[in-house]
């Protein structure tokens, strides 16, 4: 089934107004079905992305929260989340689908890249970032996503000038990129093709991280 369905959106609805464990386990079948729903989306959608992209694996995320750390002790999540992994250590870059009614979008990029990524992505961009801004600037690009997103430091990153000519792009600490969707284009038939080219439109962005997170500082590979 290619289809997200409106009994899956019915379910996130409902699970949002009665976020306990009484009613889940009442309607558990309800959340067995939408879960099925994701899945069946999620593998027709890996069929697509394996006709241009090298995709390892597909995984929807769990339902259930960890409320240790947090101070909403709801015991559930209110959305279904689809991701994406990239096959082989030269392709860089995870995708990301988000289903929740009044919230859905396509994402991807790179959510929090651990010290060396992050240091190495400043760099290059500290050294010429102008592949990376006519990236950003494309039309397609634009068309789908707008602008780049994500957590920044307020000034600039240690060892970098504040006054460098590109430091709106260095102060990045995430890398992200999303498209917003319509509870009614989710469960239209050709959502999926839809996020087939919102993927596709994601291929430059991912690319260019893809040749500096394989290379050092001196353009070497590294793999």
């Known amino acids: 089934m290619s289809t997200i369905q409106k009994s899956t959106f019915s379910f996130l609805k409902d699970i949002a107004k009665h ?8 309607n558990k079948q309800r959340y067995v079905d939408a879960k099925e729903n994701t899945e069946a989306f999620g ?7 394996s006709l241009h992209d090298l995709i390892d694996q ?4 769990r339902i259930y929260k960890d409320v240790r750390f947090s101070k909403d002790k709801t015991p559930y999540k209110t959305n279904m989340g689809i991701s ?3 096959a082989t250590a030269a392709l860089r870059g995870g995708m990301y689908i988000n289903i929740e009614p009044g919230n859905s979008f396509v994402g991807g990029g790179f959510w929090n890249p651990n ?3 992050l240091k190495r992505i400043r760099y290059e961009l500290s050294v010429n970032a102008s592949e990376m801004r006519d990236i950003l600037n494309d039309p397609t690009f634009k068309q789908h996503f707008g602008e780049l997103k994500g957590d920044k430091v307020k000034t600039s990153p240690k060892g970098f000038d504040k006054n460098h000519p590109d430091i709106d792009l260095i102060r990045y600490k995430q890398f992200l990129i ?5 509870d009614a284009e989710v469960m239209s ?4 093709e839809k996020c087939d ?14 040749d500096v997170l394989t290379t050092n500082n001196n353009g070497e590979s590294i793999l």
Not at 43 to 49: G, I, N, T, V
Not at 189 to 192: L, T
């Open 58 to 61: 597909m995984k929807v995320f």
């Open 178 to 182: 999303s498209e917003e969707f319509t």
């Open 19 to 26: 976020n306990n464990r009484e009613w889940f386990t009442e």
């Open 189 to 192: 038939e050709d959502f999926i």
């Open 197 to 210: 080219q919102c993927f596709k439109a994601m291929r430059p962005f991912f690319n260019f991280m893809s």
């Open 84 to 86: 994406f992994s990239r």
């Open 115 to 117: 010290s060396d990524d």
């Open 43 to 49: 593998k027709a959608l890996k069929e697509k992305l």
